[in-house]
Nanobody, 126 residues
Framework: QVQLVESGGGLVQAGGSLSLSCAAS????????MGWFRQAPGKEREFVAT????????YYADSVKGRFTISRDNAKITVYLQMNSLRPEDTAVYYC???????????????????WGQGTQVTVSS
């Protein structure tokens, strides 16, 4: 059974930083691209970042490019999201996700992902 467990969310002032982690189990982690998404109250879930199986390819939403960094440690079976220069509009529940299997490129659409974590709340105060 695949499980994805996010951690590291919290309350931070604008301009601050947070680091999210997502620990995976039940899948051969090193063969899966991994993604981060977020959903703010009253809004649809949106793509944040994705990373290929070996970490060599990453994609970011324009809204976070230059501020957020996705990375992974396959030995620790964990994917990370380092968030710097946080803004109030980054406030959301953040989810990590994994597709059903191998993908030619790390997906950016949520419909391409099959496994989801429970989410972790990030709140940025102004």
């Amino acid at each position: 059974q695949v499980q994805l467990v996010e951690s590291g969310g919290g309350l931070v002032q604008a301009g601050g930083s947070l680091s999210l982690s997502c620990a995976a189990s039940g899948l051969t982690f090193s063969t899966y691209a991994m993604g981060w998404f977020r959903q703010a109250p009253g809004k649809e879930r949106e793509f944040v970042a994705t990373i290929s199986e070996n970490g060599g390819i990453t994609y970011y939403a324009d809204s976070v490019k230059g501020r957020f960094t996705i990375s992974r440690d396959n030995a620790k079976i964990t994917v990370y999201l380092q968030m710097n220069s946080l803004r109030p509009e980054d406030t959301a529940v953040y989810y990590c996700a994994a597709p059903l299997g191998r993908t030619p490129n790390p997906p950016v659409r949520d419909v391409s992902y099959h496994y989801w974590g429970q989410g972790t709340q990030v709140t940025v105060s102004s």
